[in-house]
Structure formats: structure tokens, C-alpha cells
């Protein structure tokens, strides 16, 4: 029935299951469920019965592990190692208790990090904190001479942030029916594809096709960096006063956050012994924070009152489609197990639905969390980060109304990047009016064989891709043809990618942009994919978070 990791609930319940031969019954009985709160409630009982749903693990805050944290966060600094510090000072923070003396401790430590870093407003920010819980009057100079210093040096603070300044769409091009978008594009309804994102006129590449913040965000585990609420990166986060397992870049986000947190507060631990990932918790925050929609689900649109895909409200999230239809009943089967689990966890251990344990709004959230753990794997994206030289990576998941409408292409001609969690979409070749502007769900034709991206495809997002790509069977990298009269890009200008040269690399993108234009005609070729490659490093360049190591 469940095809997740071995320890994952649904795999436990159907091994459980199969010691008790019930297998095949349980599979008749939950095929035959049409709705997703019959495939959660059929689910749920199976969970009880077999004694899967427990007890609560009560976290809290520990002294004796802050102290331990703050320990292993001293070795680190005295060996050098910055970032790990910082890192195992925030667990410190995250554990103590409020206004004990490790609290105290471990904002003092935190910010001798930062001072060495250069980041002096952090670092008064946490010798601030340190002393109003209760730093120790007798070890209390060495703060205040750091304070000091850090006061004196604060003109020269180090200014973490984007190697260059995130784009915005001016106003003359902004969409009149698309929110978040040029008026480069438009949406339209086909009878084949669904909703589809069509060309208004020719989109050069480079150019911007829409700037969006999620709706919804969360965080990876074990992110000790980055903001729980904003996901920001944040080297001195405050903590939740009750759980270790949220943190905050500010008072702001901490009170914002409590909408939802306060009822995830008492549940997360609990939920990731449970290995539930962050998918499946960003299902639930969904369900948590549109508790004033529960009673006109029903009557949410696609678009505004004036006829505007807004990438600010549930509505369109709510419209995205799941594809449960396409789905097996092992995939639907894990899935109402771990949103049974989440809502036995809501149910028992937390406020959110009242003394009086309404049913109706039981079973709504019951509904909207299978819903979205169908929705979410379809239409939700990554959201990653690079720092300095390295790789770009996750920082969690976002729900992003506008990008979800972006059908699939083994040859894309349009592309995503982040400056944050603010996802930019530009073209990455020539698109012509009345063209479908097409992303990549992360099967490339130059990096893997039809047959397999196929597979992958109807795995995961239920359709045959019927792509150029596909179609024509174009070769892997490696052995596609290179056109010698038409334009490349020169060894120089891939060195000075590679090198983070950030004013050729401003130079490099809008060569490559017109080169781009006079080989996108002959694809597949090796000459387009190497501009395109090009035109992807510039842009990750350009999104680089500048740090102080």
C-alpha cells in the first residue's frame, strides 16, 4: 500500500496489516472511499486499532542540554570552525530556559561569533539579550568590553546580503490580471493542459516573466539559520519561549508565527518522531492558518472579485489541482495515514479546535490536509539559497499560486531563481506570442534518458510528456551537435563565471541573452545549452548571499 521510507507510519500500519492478513480487505474497503475524509477516517480507526497512535513527546527547554550545546559550540570557535559554532550556540539558545543563566550564556557566546564576523548589530543584539536574561554580574566585563567595541566598530558592520539588489517589475509592465507577473503573459484555460501560461508577445530571453512570494512557506528540519516563520537567514534567532524546535530572525516573525505555531508549538517534536517532513507539516500549516475559510471552501474562486490571479490569498492555492484521480491507492493510502496522524496529534494535544471538539471542523481539516499532501508534491516548489562559492540549496518548501500553473517541458524556455524565498521566473530563449511558456520539473533532456524522465514524470506528476524533447527524442548533452558558425561562449567568459566575477558576469548575461536567440531556432544543440548554462550561472551569481567567512 505505502511506498515512503520503512519507518514512515503507512509502511508500520501495512506491515502490521500484513502479519494480520488483512491486506486485501483493508485495500477493497479504501478503494471504494471516494472522498478524502472517508480515506482519512477508514485510516485513522486502522491507526488506533493497531495501537500506532501514542502518547505525546513532551518537549520543553533543558538546561543541562543548553549547557552541553553551548560546550560543544566553544569547541567549535576555538578550532576555527564559525559557522558550526553559531550554529550549536542557536541549539543553546533553542534549549535554555527563559531568563537562566544559560540563556544568558549562550547569547554571550553567540555574539563573540558574530563580532569576530563583523556583524556588530548582531552582536550588540545578543550581548543585549544575554543581559536581560541575567548575564552574571561577576563575568559580566569581558560582554561589556565587546559591547563597547562593537559600538565603535558598528559604521564597518559587514552587510550580509544579495551580491546584487533583487529585481522588481516596474509599474508600467506589471499584469492587471496576474498579480506577481509582467504583462509578458497571460493565463488561459485548454481543454488539454488545463490552466496554461501563454506568451502575450515576443519574450526575449532574460527577460522577467513574474516575481512571487509564496503564500505559504516552511522551513527544512535542523535549520538552525534561518527564520521558522520568514526563512530568512539569520545569524543570532531568538527562540520560541516553549519549544526547542523554532526559531526566529525577529520579535516581528515571533509574534506573526503564532497564528499557527501556537498550536504546532506543543506537537513538533512528536511529529518528527513520526518522520513527518516538511511537506507534510507545511499541509497542516495550511489547514491551521485558513481556519476562517472552513465554512465557504466551497465557494472559492480562481481569481479575484476584479478577475486578478492573486499569489496573496488561499483561493488559488485552494484551486490547484491534486490529481487524486491518477493516483494509487498506495499513494492515497500513505498519504490519509499521515494526515490521520496529524490530525490525531491537532486533535489531542492541542486548542485548535476547541472544548468543544466541533466535528464539522474536524472533518474539514481532516479533508484539507489529505488535500494538500495530494496538492503539495504537484504544485509546490523547492526554495533554495547559495552563500559565497557553494552549491545553491533547500531551505524548505513554498506554495507559490502563479509558478503552480507552469506546465512541464523536458526542454524548458523558462527558468526559476530565488532571492530568498522570492522566486524569479525569466525566459531562457526566445518565446514567441502565443507560445506556451513551459518549466522544468526537474527532468532535463540533457541530463537524463526519455524513457527514464518519462517514468519519473508519470510517477510523480501523473502525465505522459509529449515535450519537443520527447518527441523528437533530442540526444543527451554529450551528443548533441555543435554548431561552429553560430554563437558561443568563450572559455574566458566561463572563468570569469566560475571566478564570481560579478561585473562581467552582468556583461556575460546580456551577451549570452542575444546568442541565445540565434541558435534556440537549431535545437537541439550543444551551443544553446551551454548559453542557457551560462545564463543560469550568471543569474545564480547574482542571487549569492555575500557572507562575512
Keep these: 500500500m505505502a511506498d515512503a521510507g520503512q519507518n514512515d507510519i503507512g509502511n508500520r500500519l501495512v506491515r502490521l496489516l500484513d502479519e494480520q492478513n488483512l491486506i486485501i480487505p483493508i485495500s477493497v474497503v479504501f478503494m471504494q472511499e471516494v472522498t478524502n475524509l472517508g480515506r482519512v477516517d477508514l485510516v485513522y480507526e486502522l491507526l488506533l486499532t493497531n495501537g500506532l497512535l501514542g502518547d505525546l513527546t513532551v518537549d520543553g527547554k533543558n538546561c543541562v542540554k543548553s549547557a552541553e550545546f553551548r560546550k560543544k559550540g566553544t569547541?567549535?570557535?576555538v578550532k576555527k570552525k564559525g559557522e558550526l559554532a553559531v550554529e550549536l550556540y542557536?541549539?543553546?539558545v533553542a534549549h535554555a530556559e527563559k531568563n537562566s543563566k544559560e540563556l544568558a550564556f549562550a547569547y554571550g557566546n553567540r555574539s563573540a561569533v558574530l563580532f569576530e564576523w563583523g556583524l556588530y548589530k548582531e552582536c550588540l543584539e545578543d550581548i543585549e539579550r544575554a543581559i536581560q536574561n541575567n548575564y552574571p554580574k561577576d563575568v559580566i566585563g569581558k560582554l561589556e568590553n565587546r559591547k563597547s567595541k562593537a559600538i565603535e566598530l558598528l559604521p564597518s558592520q559587514f552587510p550580509i546580503g544579495f551580491l546584487t539588489t533583487p529585481p522588481e517589475i516596474p509599474e508600467k509592465d506589471r499584469n492587471p490580471l496576474i498579480d506577481c507577473a509582467t504583462n509578458l503573459v497571460k493565463i488561459e484555460n485548454s481543454n488539454t493542459d488545463g490552466r496554461r501560461v501563454i506568451a502575450c508577445r515576443d519574450i526575449e530571453p532574460g527577460e522577467i516573466i513574474a516575481i512571487e512570494d509564496p503564500i505559504f512557506k516552511y522551513p527544512l528540519e535542523k535549520l538552525f539559520t534561518h527564520c521558522h516563520h520568514c526563512l530568512k537567514l539569520c545569524y543570532n534567532l531568538i527562540p520560541c519561549e516553549k519549544c526547542t524546535q523554532t526559531l526566529y530572525c525577529n520579535e516581528k516573525c515571533l509574534e506573526d508565527a503564532k497564528m499557527y505555531h501556537k498550536y504546532e508549538c506543543p506537537i513538533l517534536l512528536t511529529m518528527k518522531d513520526y518522520e513527518?517532513?516538511?511537506l507534510e507539516l507545511m499541509s497542516m500549516k495550511i489547514a491551521l492558518v485558513v481556519r476562517d475559510k472552513y465554512d465557504c471552501l466551497d465557494q472559492l474562486a480562481t481569481t479575484d472579485?476584479?478577475?486578478v490571479y492573486r499569489s496573496d490569498r488561499y483561493d488559488e492555492i485552494h484551486n490547484l489541482v491534486g490529481n487524486t484521480e491518477k493516483r494509487c491507492m498506495a499513494d492515497l493510502f500513505n498519504r490519509a495515514a499521515t494526515s490521520a496522524t496529524l490530525f490525531y496529534l491537532v486533535k489531542h494535544f492541542t486548542s485548535f479546535f476547541g472544548d468543544e471538539q466541533d466535528s464539522k471542523y474536524e472533518d474539514i481539516f481532516k479533508e484539507l490536509v489529505l488535500f494538500h499532501r495530494q496538492?503539495?508534491?504537484?504544485?509546490?516548489?523547492?526554495?533554495t539559497e547559495r552563500i559565497g562559492s557553494g552549491e545553491p540549496y533547500s531551505i524548505g518548501t513554498g506554495a507559490y499560486s502563479f509558478l503552480s500553473?507552469?506546465?512541464?517541458?523536458?526542454?524548458?524556455?523558462v527558468v526559476r531563481y530565488s532571492y530568498g524565498s522570492t522566486a524569479i521566473l525569466i525566459a531562457e530563449e526566445l518565446i514567441k506570442k502565443g507560445q506556451q511558456c513551459y518549466d522544468n520539473y526537474g527532468y532535463h533532456y540533457a541530463l537524463m534518458p526519455k524513457l527514464e524522465r518519462q517514468a519519473k514524470l508519470k510517477k510523480q506528476y501523473f502525465f505522459n510528456c509529449t515535450c519537443e524533447a520527447c518527441e523528437k527524442d533530442y540526444p543527451l548533452y554529450h551528443n548533441l551537435p555543435i554548431i561552429l558558425t553560430l554563437g558561443q561562449i568563450s572559455l574566458e567568459d566561463i572563468r570569469f563565471i566560475q571566478d564570481g566575477n560579478l561585473e562581467e558576469a552582468k556583461r556575460i548575461y546580456k551577451e549570452v541573452a542575444v546568442k541565445i536567440r540565434s541558435v534556440y531556432q537549431l535545437k537541439p544543440n550543444k551551443n544553446l545549452a551551454?548559453?542557457?548554462?551560462?545564463?543560469?550561472a550568471c543569474y545564480f551569481l547574482f542571487e549569492?548571499?555575500?557572507?562575512?567567512?
Design 544 to 549: 549569492t548571499i555575500k557572507t562575512p567567512f
Design 90 to 92: 542557536t541549539q543553546s
Design 405 to 413: 500553473l507552469f506546465n512541464h517541458s523536458c526542454c524548458p524556455n
Design 276 to 278: 513527518i517532513n516538511d
Design 530 to 536: 551551454d548559453l542557457q548554462e551560462a545564463l543560469k
Design 305 to 307: 472579485g476584479s478577475g
Design 375 to 383: 496538492t503539495a508534491p504537484c504544485n509546490f516548489h523547492e526554495i
Design 75 to 77: 569547541e567549535a570557535f
